[in-house]
């Protein structure tokens, strides 16, 4: 994060964590006002069918629940990628 923003602490932190088989990267920022967000990425795939998605929370009074915040936008991204050979949907000829 090289890039400060100047509402930010210079205290940020990162997280590397797997989910699903997804490289998940949780940047934790310290704002001015002592709440908490987080700027996500999300990388899944490999070779050339890796793909990266964002993901960025609003702010928090602690970084614990921003990071709850940010798991649930990792989880919802993730839950979208349904395999449709399982998919409980009906198709209708």
């Avoid at 310290?30 to 050339?48: A, I, Y």
Wanted: contains cysteine; charged residues 30%; hydrophobic residues 30%.
């Amino acid at each position: 994060m090289g890039d400060q923003d100047p509402n930010t602490d210079s205290r940020d932190d990162v997280k590397e964590i797997h989910i699903a088989g997804c490289a998940v990267r949780l940047a934790f920022v310290r704002k001015q006002d002592n709440r908490w967000s987080v700027k996500g990425t999300v990388e899944c795939g490999l070779h050339e069918h890796r793909d990266t998605e964002s993901i960025l929370t609003g702010t928090y009074d602690n970084r614990e629940e921003a990071e709850q915040a940010a798991i649930g936008q990792v989880t919802a991204l993730l839950g979208q990628n349904e395999d449709r050979s399982s998919s409980r949907v009906t198709n209708w000829n």
